[in-house]
């Protein structure tokens, strides 16, 4: 196909796992609110809504697709994605999804789409206009064009590179963390079942889920993900799904060695 475009200017992220959003479902500032984190210049406390985007051999693997996409992919100079997996269907992690519309235009195909089948059902109802047959002749770049990959429990492949679902409990939700190498993404959790646990021994980087100090019914609290760290033992932990009641550089003073709050444009390298 052609598309008559080139591949835009981007920078490459080969190799590295790049935070594009690391805050709540609110995302900090939060609206209305007038407190140090939500009014500090830092901008280590300006997060937007979780997602990370991974550098594989065979092209840039996005992780979630929040409300702030758009922006946080030209802060991020990351001009293309090459598929995307989805933790869960909550608004928060999903409500970009428009966003992704351009892609076909510079790969030529449909967007890859890697998620379990209740996902899917979620992103037909939400973004039915993408799939209505009066639109299907549609350009690329005028409504998303996805190609749907399911996926459970079990390893799959995707830009050449072996990704492992592990299995979370999100309140009532179900939810999937990932394991590519020996780096795991496990946002939005309240527990991490057995099954899932087993599968996150050994890693160089665990980044997890953890809200606030205050227990939360679908979310680990800063308590509850350091008992985490001390059962999996990973040799760094970068805690994600952050909420305005953690000032960044005060809670990093509080935590263990090995364990610190992520934030938005952080990359790590892949291992």
Request: glycine share 10%.
């Amino acid at each position: 196909m052609t598309t008559g475009l080139k591949i835009p200017l981007h920078e490459s992220i080969s190799g590295q796992l790049v935070f594009l959003g690391t805050g709540t479902s609110h995302g900090v500032p939060m609206i209305g609110c007038g407190c140090p984190t939500c009014t500090s210049v830092n901008p280590k406390n300006h997060r937007t809504r979780c997602a990370v985007a991974i550098g594989l051999p065979g092209g840039n693997l996005l992780v979630d697709t929040p409300p702030e996409l758009r922006i946080q992919l030209l802060r991020e100079r990351i001009g293309v994605i090459h598929a995307v997996v989805y933790t869960h269907g909550h608004a928060d992690h999903l409500f970009g999804l428009d966003d992704l519309r351009i892609f076909p235009r510079y790969l030529g195909h449909e967007v890859p789409i890697y998620c379990e089948p209740e996902v899917e059902r979620i992103i037909r109802s939400a973004f039915a206009y993408a799939f209505d047959p009066a639109v299907q002749g549609f350009p690329a770049g005028g409504v998303p064009k996805l190609a749907f990959r399911p996926i459970d429990d079990a390893p799959f492949e995707v830009l050449g590179a072996r990704v492992v679902p592990v299995r979370m409990v999100h309140g009532w939700a179900r939810a999937l963390g990932f394991r590519v190498g020996n780096v795991a993404y496990c946002t939005d959790t309240k527990e991490i079942t057995l099954s899932g646990a087993a599968l996150l021994e050994g890693l160089d980087v665990l980044i997890l889920d953890g809200l606030r100090h205050e227990p939360h019914s679908t979310h680990l609290s800063i308590r509850e993900a350091l008992e985490v760290v001390a059962r999996l033992k990973p040799r760094k932990t970068y805690l994600t799904h952050v909420s305005h009641r953690l000032e960044h550089e005060a809670t990093n003073r509080l935590l263990p060695p090995g364990v610190e709050l992520a934030y938005d444009g952080l990359r790590i390298p892949l291992t």
